[in-house]
């Protein structure tokens, strides 16, 4: 496994495999490591395999870290759900040998986002609040959940949904300072920074220390208002409207020499055999980052 610029492969380019195919992929293809489901590691173990097995199973893949923990600003009443799932995802990433575990933002479903009373009942997270008040109560919850991780030596990577309140690099980089702990860090995915609104040149000056990793992905054409993940990402990796070569660069610019993993939402593509799209997001990977 080179020790820089490492091509990831992530579960999520073969949504509806198992966590062995993933790594059988992984393997075969030569990508450097994997970066797991926190859904296909728990589905292994629920069907009677024990921890030890799964630590075979896995071997020596390198695995940064597995996705992911919903809704990280979860708070009140709320909160010890935020610490129980944590807390189980932490299990699950230790178990099997992750270096770290993903944690977003929320709320996921966009009919939060509506006038609240048409829809009194859903889970709205920290909608509507002042910013401070949102950047406060997501440190917390980010600050917490890290405390958890560290005691297993991991690291949370965190990621703001481009539809949620914090979405823009300046509020993460502000969230991640008011949490104040040394193991969080962020992750780069195009989509949500497109999204988002960010540009190439805001992410080329981040501090590449605060960078854990990086997701490249594409996009549908955005014309503003609340992104549909579902519509947007329906697309190849290199087929949708970003210049990849551009937003690539442009994390290379600040000096980062991390790992790069290949999210993928296209549904057609999730259908079709999983070991050749696997190899053309390799190769793609490969072309853009120049390893």
Request: glycine fraction near 10%; hydrophobic fraction near 45%.
């Amino acid at each position: 496994m080179r020790q820089r610029n490492q091509i990831i492969f992530h579960s999520l380019a073969a949504k509806h495999g198992t966590l062995a195919l993933d790594l059988d992929i992984t393997r075969k293809l030569g990508f450097d490591g994997l970066e797991g489901s926190g859904a296909k590691i728990r589905q292994f173990l629920d069907a009677g395999f024990s921890e030890a097995e799964l630590r075979t199973a896995i071997g020596d893949t390198f695995i940064p870290g597995i996705g992911f923990l919903l809704d990280v600003e979860r708070h009140g009443d709320d909160r010890r759900a935020l610490l129980k799932d944590a807390s189980d995802l932490i299990e699950l990433a230790t178990a099997a040998g992750a270096k770290g575990l993903e944690a977003i933002t929320g709320p996921i479903g966009l009919a939060a986002y509506a006038n609240a009373a048409a829809v009194p009942d859903l889970y709205r997270g920290v909608i509507g609040l002042p910013l401070q008040e949102q950047i406060h109560i997501t440190a917390a919850g980010l600050a917490s959940v890290a405390d958890i991780a560290a005691e297993r030596g991991l690291l949370i990577y965190y990621e703001a949904l481009s539809w949620t309140p914090l979405n823009t690099l300046d509020k993460q980089l502000r969230t991640l300072e008011s949490a104040g702990r040394s193991n969080i860090k962020l992750v780069i995915d195009f989509w949500h920074c497109y999204t988002a609104g960010e540009t190439p040149e805001s992410i080329a000056r981040l501090d590449k220390d605060l960078i854990y990793g990086v997701h490249i992905c594409d996009s549908l054409p955005f014309d503003g208002g609340i992104p549909d993940e579902g519509v947007l990402r329906d697309v190849p990796t290199g087929k949708g409207v970003l210049d990849l070569k551009e937003w690539v660069d442009a994390v290379k610019a600040t000096g980062f020499q991390g790992w790069w993993s290949c999210e993928l939402f296209c549904r057609r593509q999730h259908q079709e055999n999983s070991y050749e799209i696997a190899a053309g997001l390799k190769t793609l990977m490969e072309d853009l980052i120049g390893v």
